[in-house]
């Protein structure tokens, strides 16, 4: 028989889930929302924590709603769809102030109200979708390696469900295919070639602009997966940054060049430091006619450390693990005036903040900004200067 019990879920954890307590354990429930009392069936039991799926909800919140997308719960992508849109950025931001309260030790930093969006549906530009045996495109299935055909995205751009719709049936033998789009531009890129597809495929790169500047991006090369919110986020980076004119700034983890090349008109000097080979490509590309970009490629932490120019400001946006020590290091002993830190996982930039403070920069604010609706993940501009 099923272990069914009661549970007043009282918090929210960072992975999208309601937390409560069961006989003096934490346990976690996805799918439900702090506030509300919950019947859960333990499926998950280890020595420090359980894990419960939920069976019905006793008590709801008034923030609880209908999900839209058929697929929820089921789907991994989406975990919040289940709450209104305005608790969700609360709860965002409350995620943010947790982990850097707990990893980070800071108690009093000024976490902003998370920035979202008027439409939180339909933002995405890029979707990679598995291939079935079938030929039909889906999802991995929550928890599983099972996949399960998807026939429309609520987080999709319309243009990219269009072209998902198309390429049902035609995907025989691949492994997956990427769909991503220009929201300004209007381009599609489909990857790789699909020789029945009844649209083109194939396309090694799209274009899309930012801020009124065309950037392109290659199959290979990382995009912000949110065009509008991008944009939110660029000018962020810009306000924050405070530069007078003249200043040499770094953009570490520069991917296309996107930050770099909107400070150029702002800067005295700009260096994107890069490791894909892709993303260079474009990142010079589309820095061509701004005399005063110039890139090196490698990684950021074996290129900063070497780097020999003074540097006046800093703009990091590194993967998810974070930044290197050496990277961290590097900074400490350079003491840029302004440093940027663009961070898609707040356990990380509280971790590197954290060290960071430590060396002697002064942690200004965090910006949460709701780069993904309906899903946990948040991104965040820390800003930091030096003391």
Not at 28 to 49: L, S
Not at 93 to 118: C, K, N, S, T, Y
Not at 249 to 254: G, K, M, R
Request: hydrophobic content about 45%; charged content about 20%.
């Amino acid at each position: 028989m099923a272990d069914i019990a009661r549970v007043k879920l009282e918090g929210f954890a960072h992975l999208g889930e309601a937390i409560g307590r069961l006989n003096g354990q934490v346990i976690f429930v996805a799918a439900g929302i702090p506030g509300e009392e919950v019947a859960v069936e333990v499926y998950q039991r280890k020595h420090d924590y359980l894990r419960g799926r939920l069976v019905e909800v006793i008590t709801p919140s008034p923030d609880r709603v209908v999900p839209p997308c058929a697929y929820f719960g089921d789907c991994g992508g989406c975990q919040l769809q289940h709450i209104a849109y305005p608790r969700q950025l609360a709860l965002k931001q409350a995620v943010v102030q947790e982990q850097l309260r707990r990893i980070g030790g800071f108690l009093d930093v000024a976490v902003r109200p998370v920035l979202g969006m008027e439409n939180p549906w339909g933002y995405r530009n890029h979707g990679r979708f598995s291939a079935l045996y079938d030929g039909t495109l889906g999802f991995t299935r929550s928890g599983s390696r099972q996949l399960i055909p998807i026939t429309y995205c609520h987080l999709m751009h319309p243009r990219i469900n269009e072209a998902l719709g198309a390429l049902h049936g035609h995907c025989r033998g691949l492994h997956n295919v990427s769909l991503r789009y220009g929201v300004h531009t209007d381009q599609l890129l489909v990857a790789p070639h699909v020789p029945t597809a009844p649209l083109p495929t194939g396309q090694h790169y799209y274009e899309e602009e930012l801020l009124g500047r065309r950037f392109r991006i290659a199959a290979a090369s990382f995009f912000q997966v949110n065009t509008l919110q991008a944009e939110a986020l660029a000018r962020l980076v810009i306000e924050n940054l405070a530069l007078g004119g003249g200043e040499t700034v770094v953009d570490a983890y520069c991917g296309v060049g996107t930050f770099g090349i909107l400070l150029a008109a702002r800067a005295g000097k700009v260096i994107g430091m890069e490791e894909s080979a892709a993303a260079l490509r474009d990142a010079v590309y589309n820095a061509r006619g701004l005399a005063n970009v110039a890139f090196q490629r490698g990684a950021t932490e074996r290129l900063l450390p070497a780097l020999e120019e003074r540097v006046d400001a800093v703009v990091l946006d590194p993967p998810r693990a974070g930044c290197w020590p050496k990277v961290l290091a590097a900074l400490a002993d350079r003491r840029p005036k302004r440093l940027v830190y663009v961070s898609c996982d707040s356990a990380t930039l509280a971790r590197d903040l954290r060290t960071l403070v430590a060396s002697g920069f002064q942690l200004l604010e965090v910006q949460p900004i709701d780069m993904f609706p309906q899903t946990f993940h948040v991104e965040n501009v820390a800003t930091l200067a030096w003391e």
